[in-house]
């Protein structure tokens, strides 16, 4: 199962709200399917590394179902 986790833990850490990502041009409708864990593009992690300045796994993690 993949999870957004470590993105909501990045943006904290580097003082990023979900306003300053939409001000930096990531869609406001996608933050809110990351929000609810719904499927995003590879090309969205590739912005969201762009704005953010970090690897993939500060994005997304996988962990098997149990």
């Known amino acids: 199962m993949i999870s957004?986790?470590?993105l909501f833990q990045t943006?904290?850490?580097k003082?990023?709200?979900s306003y300053e990502l939409?001000?930096?041009g990531f869609s406001r409708s996608t933050?809110?399917?990351i929000k609810h864990g719904k499927s995003i593009t590879t090309n969205t992690i590739n912005q969201l590394c762009k704005i953010?300045?970090?690897e993939v796994?500060?994005?997304i993690e996988y962990t098997e179902n149990t």
């Open 4 to 6: 957004y986790k470590p």
């Open 15 to 17: 003082n990023i709200s």
């Open 31 to 33: 933050y809110y399917a």
């Open 11 to 13: 943006m904290k850490e």
């Open 22 to 24: 939409s001000k930096r």
């Open 57 to 59: 796994s500060d994005i």
């Open 52 to 54: 953010l300045h970090c």
